[in-house]
């Protein structure tokens, strides 16, 4: 059985950073695809990143691209995503997901972890 449980968030000035872990348990993911997301309260979940567990190659949303980093540690079978120059639009339920490669669909995901930032 699969777990992801996210960790880290909290709330942060404008400006700030934070730094999310999502820790995965279960079976090997070599051939797995982490992504991270969020929500806002009222939105739609919206992508943020992702991250190839094998090979480390990364995607970013256009409105994170420069401000946030994925990354993955395979001995501690963790993902991170590194949040820098935070905004208040950056606000949200921060979720980790997991998919096998060859899915078009998130099958695994946490149970979130909240990012509020303030003015």
């Known amino acids: 059985q699969v777990q992801v449980v996210e960790s880290g968030g909290g709330m942060v000035q404008a400006g700030g950073s934070l730094r999310l872990s999502c820790a995965v348990s279960g079976r090997t993911f070599e051939n797995y695809v982490m992504g991270w997301f969020r929500q806002a309260p009222g939105k739609g979940r919206e992508f943020v990143s992702v991250?190839?567990?094998?090979?480390?190659?990364?995607n970013y949303a256009d409105s994170v691209k420069g401000r946030f980093t994925v990354s993955r540690d395979k001995s501690k079978n963790t993902v991170y995503l590194e949040m820098n120059s935070l905004k208040p639009e950056d606000s949200a339920a921060y979720y980790c997901a997991a998919r096998w490669f060859g899915d078009s669909t998130f099958n695994y995901w946490g149970q979130g972890t909240q990012v509020t930032v303030s003015s």
């Open positions: 991250i190839n567990w094998s090979q480390g190659t990364t």
